[in-house]
């Protein structure tokens, strides 16, 4: 490695496994034997769009989660408008046991409070600095700050004031400055706790 401070997580994506197979798993299970491999991920159900079919969404996430235990590997989980089979799979396949960051979290503090108690951690980034991210915001408010894990999503979900951008995490004071607003403690405090 060229920077010692860069790890990686392996995954398929939700939205590319429609083409995938059992050999695909083989090929991940072998990039994890890579030293600086540290999560299986991003894997998960995103329901925004039509395709690839939910059942193939479903098949092949719990088929990462499974890979995941295989491994002893924690997991980075995307949840896109599937909060509830999120959820339920995710409870079927133990991912207490595993743990991990729900990356770009979009759902309701109880939501949170329930990842939390599983041992997860909750990836909050650009979308916490939008107006008309309420939601999110009071999930912040209302989950430990020793829970969160700042993200940036690049190249998406730029924060204000370089929303429509392409992200950068050059961009994480931003993320930073709106979560000690939110909490009332300082924007040091939030960078060493997190």
Same mark, same amino acid.
């Given at each position: 490695?060229?920077?010692?401070?860069?790890?990686?997580?392996?995954?398929?994506?939700?939205?590319?496994?429609?083409?995938?197979?059992?050999?695909?798993?083989?090929?991940?299970?072998?990039?994890?034997?890579?030293?600086?491999?540290?999560?299986?991920?991003?894997?998960?159900?995103?329901?925004?769009?039509?395709?690839?079919?939910?059942?193939?969404?479903?098949?092949?996430?719990?088929?990462?989660?499974?890979?995941?235990?295989?491994?002893?590997?924690?997991?980075?989980?995307?949840?896109?408008?599937?909060?509830?089979?999120?959820?339920?799979?995710?409870?079927?396949?133990?991912?207490?046991?595993?743990?991990?960051?729900?990356?770009?979290?979009?759902?309701?503090?109880?939501?949170?409070?329930?990842?939390?108690?599983?041992?997860?951690?909750?990836?909050?980034?650009?979308?916490?600095?939008?107006?008309? #991210?309420?939601? %999110?915001?009071? @999930? =912040?408010?209302? &989950?430990?700050?020793?829970?969160? /894990?700042? +993200?940036?999503?690049?190249?998406?979900?730029?924060?204000?004031?370089?929303?429509?951008?392409?992200?950068? #995490?050059?961009? %994480?004071?931003? @993320? =930073?400055?709106? &979560?000690?607003?939110?909490?009332? /403690?300082? +924007?040091?405090?939030?960078?060493?706790?997190?």
């Amino acid at each position: 490695g060229q920077y010692d401070f860069i790890y990686a997580a392996v995954g398929i994506h939700p939205e590319e496994v429609g083409m995938i197979d059992e050999s695909h798993m083989e090929w991940l299970k072998s990039l994890t034997e890579g030293e600086k491999v540290v999560a299986i991920g991003e894997i998960g159900l995103d329901y925004h769009y039509e395709d690839p079919v939910r059942d193939i969404q479903k098949v092949w996430f719990e088929r990462q989660l499974e890979l995941a235990h295989e491994v002893n590997l924690p997991v980075c989980i995307h949840s896109r408008e599937a909060a509830k089979d999120t959820l339920d799979i995710m409870k079927k396949h133990h991912a207490e046991e595993l743990g991990g960051v729900i990356h770009c979290f979009s759902y309701s503090t109880e939501m949170a409070e329930t990842y939390i108690d599983m041992g997860f951690y909750i990836g909050i980034g650009g979308v916490v600095t939008f107006k008309n #991210s309420k939601k %999110l915001k009071e @999930v =912040v408010k209302n &989950i430990p700050l020793e829970r969160i /894990v700042l +993200e940036t999503d690049c190249p998406y979900m730029a924060p204000v004031p370089n929303r429509g951008k392409r992200n950068s #995490s050059l961009y %994480l004071p931003y @993320v =930073v400055s709106a &979560i000690a607003d939110i909490k009332g /403690v300082t +924007e040091e405090e939030v960078i060493s706790v997190t």
